[in-house]
């Protein structure tokens, strides 16, 4: 349990340095944004408390809210993707079940179930991110254009690094 809990700690801080050093410099023509501290919120274990869940997302978000001089707009999409981890793995239940002390990994449940899941889960953050953003509807087309194309981008890294770097 404490390895596990300290392997978290450090991927916290991994994934945080990353973003805030690399990714926040990251733009194409202001469209493109990628977020790939959410990869967190997505790798961590079934059996996670829910408290716990809206906690770390409260870290997480709070971290790169501050990093990017932006505090409540990265703090309240990355616990609402917390907040709505637990309602989308009810809904896409794999058929065995979940073992409750595995990685919620493609390699687990196979790579159908994990595209469902992680796509669900960052397209979630990143709309409540971008409307929480922008805060207005006059530029609808505009946001929708900027959730698409970060979204796409996202989810190619935090694929990427399931591939390579997480480890069942």
């Given at each position: 349990?404490?390895?596990?809990?300290?392997?978290?700690a450090v991927w916290f801080i991994v994934l945080v340095i990353f973003q805030?050093?690399?990714?926040?410099?990251?733009?194409?023509?202001?469209?493109?944004?990628?977020?790939?501290?959410?990869?967190?919120?997505?790798?961590?274990?079934?059996?996670?408390?829910?408290?716990?869940?809206?906690?770390?997302?409260?870290?997480?978000?709070?971290?790169?809210?501050?990093?990017?001089?932006?505090?409540?707009?990265?703090?309240?999409?990355?616990?609402?993707?917390?907040?709505?981890?637990?309602?989308?793995?009810?809904?896409?239940?794999?058929?065995?079940?979940?073992?409750?002390?595995?990685?919620?990994?493609?390699?687990?449940?196979?790579?159908?179930?994990?595209?469902?899941?992680?796509?669900?889960?960052?397209?979630?953050?990143?709309?409540?991110?971008?409307?929480?953003?922008?805060?207005?509807?006059?530029?609808?087309?505009?946001?929708?254009?900027?959730?698409?194309?970060?979204?796409?981008?996202?989810?190619?890294?935090?694929?990427?690094?399931?591939?390579?770097?997480?480890?069942?």
């Amino acid at each position: 349990m404490i390895k596990d809990l300290l392997k978290y700690a450090v991927w916290f801080i991994v994934l945080v340095i990353f973003q805030l050093l690399i990714l926040n410099n990251i733009q194409f023509s202001g469209y493109v944004n990628p977020y790939m501290y959410i990869l967190l919120i997505l790798i961590l274990p079934y059996n996670t408390p829910n408290w716990a869940l809206l906690i770390i997302g409260f870290l997480l978000g709070l971290s790169i809210g501050i990093g990017n001089n932006t505090l409540g707009i990265n703090t309240s999409a990355t616990v609402f993707m917390a907040f709505a981890r637990p309602i989308v793995l009810e809904i896409i239940s794999a058929r065995e079940g979940y073992d409750t002390e595995k990685q919620l990994h493609f390699s687990n449940y196979g790579i159908k179930w994990y595209l469902q899941y992680s796509l669900s889960l960052i397209l979630a953050h990143h709309l409540f991110l971008f409307f929480i953003e922008v805060f207005t509807f006059s530029n609808f087309f505009y946001t929708i254009w900027r959730i698409l194309l970060s979204f796409i981008f996202t989810s190619i890294l935090i694929l990427i690094s399931q591939l390579f770097f997480i480890r069942k």
